[in-house]
């Protein structure tokens, strides 16, 4: 605990980059040899900004305390460049953050095939399905997704992970608190989120930009989904080169501008790609055993087929005469339809037509619907709040039974 303070003094200090950071690990070995330094030792260090050292030399530990108690609070694990678990292959990049902010359960990076899935936060219907589908793939395949979770490309990408029960890292460009989703609470749950940023830090722009080379850094190669002309994907992509990654991307349409990005970097040299499987053989060799070609399970529509019709018929209007129906066993008594489901959307009624009869694991109503995890996840939330359906443990979901005169289970 002594040399942990010293630690995060240096990862929380405000005014201080992270080229800033790594100046001074490459000159005094660690924080707490730095804390103790000798005054005036930080403005003689190379790489060290006259504004940097006066920040350095204030030496205060005055926000350890509280960032410990924060940390504890939100079950967040503090991973410094001197443990274990730290993975070698974020710490031989050229500034590798002093300290990893930890919810969830990291992997030991350096013995997985982890894999960075980058594109536009505006991507189109094409960017969120191959979004999905190749992160599902890779997954399945033996690898990891990373993802920084933003809207789009990023997002789209942990979903189709975890929808495929896979493990995914997604890398923060903020401190914990200030990335609460359904998606985020999804990811920790399989893999891990990850954050440079003590609790309490006050976000800054550059941070975003900052967060790609942790992104790369934990990755041995990255998936340019879609991105336009001018777009941090191409950014990203950038500081991966720079690390030495392997760097694929998905051709999109020559006439998209939202693809240009993209389709340039396959002109410039990238390995193009179309499915996860594709990226994946290329580090067979690196990863005996590990990475083996996986066919993708059965999709929504071919399911349906063998199912026979939905269980909810509906007309242009999303009724048949005004009314909802359930194609199921008369004696099961589900919930009341006339009442209970007259005001459900399309989307809420086909998440409904796949639970099944006693309940259904929620990764089994995203493999059935072909939804997103965060779009079942937050209609769920929605229909809980109704009473149309209650949650179980173990991530299970069940509808509310009402028979005449009774009231639905809560």
């Known amino acids: 605990m002594s040399a942990l303070k010293y630690w995060i003094w240096l990862s929380s200090l405000e005014g201080l980059s992270v080229r800033g950071r790594a100046a001074v690990i490459r000159r005094f070995g660690d924080p707490e ?21 006066a920040v350095l030399e204030t030496r205060s530990l005055g926000r350890v305390d509280e960032i410990l108690g924060d940390c504890e609070e939100q079950g967040i694990s503090i991973v410094t460049m001197q443990d274990a678990l730290y993975p070698d292959r974020l710490r031989a990049i050229w500034a590798p953050p002093v300290v990893l902010y930890v919810k969830g359960r990291l992997p030991h990076i350096d013995d997985e095939a982890v894999i960075a899935v980058v594109g536009t936060r505006s991507a189109s219907p094409y960017g969120i399905k191959m979004s999905r589908q190749i992160a599902g793939e890779i997954v399945r395949c033996g690898g990891i997704v990373v993802s920084g ?7 789209a990408a ?26 985020s609470y999804d990811v920790c749950q ?30 041995v190669g990255a998936v340019a989904i879609e991105a336009p002309e001018k777009s941090g994907t191409l950014l990203f992509v950038a500081e991966a080169l720079e690390q030495g990654r392997e760097v694929f991307a998905v051709p999109g349409n020559a006439d998209a501008a939202g693809c240009r ?3 340039n970097l396959l002109k410039e040299g990238a390995t193009p790609v179309t499915c996860g499987w594709e990226v994946m053989r290329e580090f067979e060799a690196l990863f005996p055993g590990k990475i083996q070609k996986k066919a993708a399970p059965q999709t929504a529509e071919r399911a349906q087929e063998k199912q026979g019709p939905r269980d909810f018929d509906s007309t242009e209007n999303g009724s048949a005469g005004g009314k909802k129906e359930i194609d199921k066993e008369k004696g099961a008594a589900y919930i ?24 259904s694991h929620i990764d089994d109503i995203v493999e059935k619907t072909g939804l997103g995890a965060a779009v079942v996840l937050t209609q769920l939330t929605v229909m809980t709040v109704k009473g149309i359906v209650r949650r179980l443990p173990g991530n299970r979901v069940a509808l509310n039974v009402r028979r005449s005169g009774t009231t639905p289970a809560k």
Do not use: M, W
């Not at 800054?204 to 992104?215: A, E, G, H, Y």
């Open 190 to 219: 399989r893999g891990a989120l990850v954050s440079e940023y003590a609790p309490g830090t006050r976000s800054l722009k550059s941070f975003f930009r900052d967060r790609n080379r942790i992104s790369s850094g934990l990755s």
């Open 33 to 53: 040899s730095a804390f103790f330094s000798p005054a005036g030792s930080f403005s003689a260090a190379e790489g060290i900004s006259p504004a940097e050292a």
């Open 149 to 155: 979770l933003t809207n789009g490309v990023d997002a």
């Open 261 to 263: 990005g993209t389709n």
């Open 158 to 183: 942990a979903s189709g992970a975890v929808s495929a029960g896979g493990v995914c890292i997604g890398v923060l460009g903020t401190a914990h608190e200030q990335q609460e989703s359904e998606l």
């Open 336 to 359: 009341d339809l006339h009442e209970q489901l007259a005001s459900l959307s399309e989307t809420q009624l086909k998440i409904i037509s796949a639970i099944e009869k006693d309940a």
